[in-house]
């Protein structure tokens, strides 16, 4: 079954009470998008951050409502104008989303392994803090030469029913096919935990896009999200 709009909407972003965004799904979460809508087959979810004043959030809301359905994925939003225009801001984020559905979910292999500990990734992915894969980047699975990680697919946000996949690949191993190969095990390693593997990116990202093609995922949506206002 195709995913709801509203998974990934839930999956990228913490609300409040009265459904306002709050801050990016992850460890640490940064401000987020002041708006952001997703553009499904057959239904739309939005969301308006909790910092923008009552009146323009209620004029965003008003217009998103009107929006239709996803038709040409690459087709900004009918109201992509007003939008920026009541916010003063420009896009912050224009790709598509993708769903596994019956793509074949690799099955663990010698050279691809569970890290739970972020001392292991520290020579080619120097920025992982202590205790940010128990915060909410778990499960990380990496392909690995030695006992070094040299491609990692782990959880770039997190939510209750769902999670994003992150992908990263140290500069010397590119170009070999481990992106496909770990965020495919990846997305294995979330189903088992009883959760939905989502993977999602900017239009602008081939390399991630190829990524998609290779695993044969399928577009369910489209987000769009402007900065927070200037």
Known sequence: M???PYLQLHTLCCFDASGRVLCTNEPDGDHGPAFVIVRGHREVAWAVHADV???VAEELDALAATEPPLGDPRAEPVHAPRYQALLGSTALYFGPGYHFG???LAEPTDDIHLITDEQLLKTYFPGWRVGEIDAGRAPVLAVVDGQVPVSIAFSARSG???AEAGVDT???YRGRGFAPRVV???ARA???RGRIPLYSTSWDNESSRAVARKLGLTLYAVEWALSPRT
């Open 160 to 162: 209750e029913y769902a």
């Open 2 to 4: 195709e995913p709801s």
């Open 170 to 172: 140290a500069e010397p």
């Open 190 to 192: 979330v189903c088992h």
């Open 184 to 186: 495919s095990a990846w």
């Open 102 to 104: 019956r793509a074949v």
């Open 53 to 55: 004043p009552t009146e």
